[in-house]
């Protein structure tokens, strides 16, 4: 999700994630709308004060450089599933 579909989801999101962030709402807006750049370091915030529904990858393009480690998780992304046996039937 991007960020600024993230903050205007739910009323005084922006304020709390701000708040959470240490900065201004309207710096928050600017982020959101690439009008201001998120380094690095604010970018993890962002993805961990929004549990994860803005991710690191939301926030910048050129993050395959940034965090290489991520380009992996991605590249062959395995399911970690367990087989289920059959279900019994019940007579």
Not at 10 to 33: N, T
Request: overall charge positive; glycine content about 6%; charged content about 30%.
């Amino acid at each position: 999700m991007d960020l600024k579909k993230y903050i205007s989801a739910e009323r005084g999101r922006a304020k709390s994630l701000a708040a959470h962030l240490g900065i201004s709402p309207s710096f928050l807006s600017q982020i959101a709308a690439g009008t201001a750049p998120a380094s690095p370091s604010r970018c993890l915030e962002i993805e961990k004060g929004t549990g994860g529904q803005v991710t690191r990858k939301d926030l910048r393009e050129d993050w395959r450089e940034i965090w290489p480690e991520l380009k992996q998780s991605n590249a062959n992304p395995q399911r970690a599933t367990t087989p289920r046996k059959p279900a019994k039937e019940v007579a």
